[in-house]
Structure formats: structure tokens, C-alpha cells
């Protein structure tokens, strides 16, 4: 299994919105949790959301709670990430993995790390 691979990302405004994809080069296990991860400029990489293949449950960090939504379209072998209402701060490459490990939030958690979309968001 190779690494997963991000898309989607892009430059807007503030108060937009945008969607990610982040798709399995060969197929996705439902004993996976895809996690999203985002590393904004000279900063550390940190999660953002995840969610279970098997089931579509999904976790969060706190401060993308009500705007950002991760989902999956299992036909597709595909996740996504839903950003809403962005603002300036969630300027990052963002990157998707996967895990076993429900609940995970530790990059070291995650394997098969993708090259990353870059999202920048404008004032």
C-alpha cells in the first residue's frame, strides 16, 4: 500500500470555503481511521480531523469544530476534509494518513503520509 495523496487545496479569501481530497492508491481497509494533519508556516504538524473507514465516525480538533467536516465516499475509496468559513490562520499544507489507532492525534500515530496541498487563506 502506498501513501494516500491530498488534492483541492488552493488561495481564497477569507470566509470561504474549500474541499480536500485525500485518495488510497490501492484501497482503504475499514480498520483504518484516516486523519487529516495540517503544518501552517514554521509551525508544527497537527491534526485536524479523522474518521473511521469502517463506520464514518469522526473526531476533531476543538477549534475547526463547526467548520470543518470529514467524510468518506467509500465507493470512491476516498476522504475528504470540508473547510468552511476559513480564516487566515488555517493557512497550511494540509496532509492525510492513516491509523489504526482510533482516537489517535500524534502524527508518529499515523502512516502512509501524502505529499501534502498547500491552502492559503487571504485577509
Known amino acids: 500500500q502506498g501513501p494516500l495523496v491530498e488534492s483541492g487545496g488552493g488561495l481564497l479569501q477569507a470566509g470561504g470555503s474549500l474541499k480536500l481530497s485525500c485518495a488510497a492508491s490501492?484501497?482503504?481497509?475499514?480498520?483504518?481511521?484516516v486523519g487529516w494533519f495540517r503544518q501552517p508556516p514554521g509551525k508544527e504538524r497537527e491534526f485536524v480531523a479523522g474518521v473511521r473507514w469502517r463506520d464514518g465516525n469522526t473526531y476533531y480538533k476543538d477549534s475547526v469544530k463547526g467548520r470543518f467536516i470529514v467524510s468518506k465516499d467509500s465507493p470512491k475509496q476516498t476522504a475528504y476534509l470540508e473547510m468552511n468559513n476559513l480564516e487566515p490562520e488555517d493557512t497550511a499544507v494540509y496532509y492525510c494518513a492513516k491509523t489504526t489507532d482510533w482516537g489517535a492525534r500524534s502524527p508518529q500515530a499515523f502512516s502512509s503520509w501524502g505529499q501534502g496541498t498547500q491552502v492559503t487563506v487571504s485577509s
Open positions: 490501492g484501497r482503504m481497509y475499514s480498520s483504518w481511521i
